[in-house]
């Protein structure tokens, strides 16, 4: 409870009219409650109102609720040059976890999405296995800002387009869903000038669906078909489906892939940047799906 | 059937105001329920914390919350209705129910503080809640831009 309490308690005895208790008096626990109800941002915000409020937005009651039930777990696969998750505050790894992490080299990320609280994977195309993908008569790699790797895979043209992945990670207990991020037509920007759509000439054979699956651990098996002809020149999320996860302590192991391996005619003019796998609850928020 | 022998207790405010609630209501504050378990109930119990205006409406919403006729709704329906008090009376009750370690109610208190705070900016807020700022101006400046992750 503390001092500020019981000079409180001191105060309204001795005083006939005791001034009006003042928020800042409250223990710093009390304030650290009340400062656990709101979002982040506004944690952040209010911790500037005074040393006291500061003091108390430290603590990691405040923090504790904010982070995915299996942080500790997390810390230890992502943190591993620290040490211990004992020597960090819960603030610092829910701050540490809000910024994307790279793991498997540089490959793959995963972050906490501040407005949802739910853990988001990205995978690079690098990190996928691609038929083809060192042939350059088939694929070639392009250095972009449009991907948060900063390197997409184009399809130049071949008859076999065949991508697989795979993954293995804990989780936490929700449902999520899994997408691949494509683009018909390449852009391409000149220094100074806006983005330009060009090459849409070069692309053909997407008149014939592509096939995605996942599978997950759990034993949950989707596979679907979908028409890539949407607008071209434009990113676009393909969902592939979505998966449970029951247990945020064992990991989930996840296999998914993309394919248009029907030999009658070539495909030509795919953009391939990565595999995202979001929260059900994040999709819904993030409304670009 | 409830039983007609219902066990109560004397709770007394810091005004020597004594107040008779039944056991299994009162036990919801952690630090009456310890007392209760450890067999140190003296009778009775002295709250020298809690004047009395302020344990009576700690009772109040602790008698409302024991009901087991009541549904989860129309028990929120009175937690909207009960913190509908000046800002002072909440300081107060927040204050009680840290000291009675009241988890039900502390948790309503606090959430409508934290609405009464947030969307406001850091000046409006010292403002409406009259809190001084005792940075100086190099470490508000610190202050500010401290957690640029929170924002993104």
Known sequence: MGAGFSSLATEKKTVTHPSNPNISDLPESCIASILSCLEPSEICKLARLNKTFHQASLADVVWASKLPENHEILVKKLFSEEGSSESLSKKEIFSRLCRPIPFSGDTKEV????????????????GLKITGIDDRRYWTHISTDESRFHTIAYLQQMWWLEVEGNLEFEFPAGNYSLFFRLQLGRASKRRG??????????????????QFQLASSNGEHVASK?????????????????????????????????????????KAGLCLDSVFIFPIETVNKLKQF | ?????????ILKSSDNEEFVV???????????KNLVEDRCVSDPIPLANVDSKILAL???????????TLSNSEKKEFDVEFVKKPFDDLLELILAANYLDFRELMDVLCNTCAKQMENWSVEEVREKFNIQNDYTVEEEKAARAENPWAFE
């Open chain 1, 111 to 126: 972050w906490l999405e501040n407005s949802s609280r739910g853990i988001c994977v990205a995978i690079s195309w690098k």
């Open chain 1, 193 to 210: 000038s806006r983005r330009i759509i060009n090459n849409l000439e070069q692309v053909h054979g997407w008149n014939k669906p592509v």
């Open chain 1, 226 to 266: 979908c028409y890539l002809n949407e607008a071209a020149g434009k990113w676009m999320h393909y969902h592939v489906g979505d998966f449970v996860v029951e247990n945020s302590y064992i990991p989930t192991k996840l296999n998914f892939s993309m394919a248009q391996i029907d030999c009658t005619h070539t």
């Open chain 2, 1 to 9: 059937m409830s039983s007609s022998e219902e066990r109560k207790l």
């Open chain 2, 22 to 32: 039944k056991e299994s209501s009162a036990v919801q504050c952690l630090t009456i």
């Open chain 2, 58 to 68: 700690v009772i109040e919403f602790m008698e409302k919350h024991a009901e087991t």
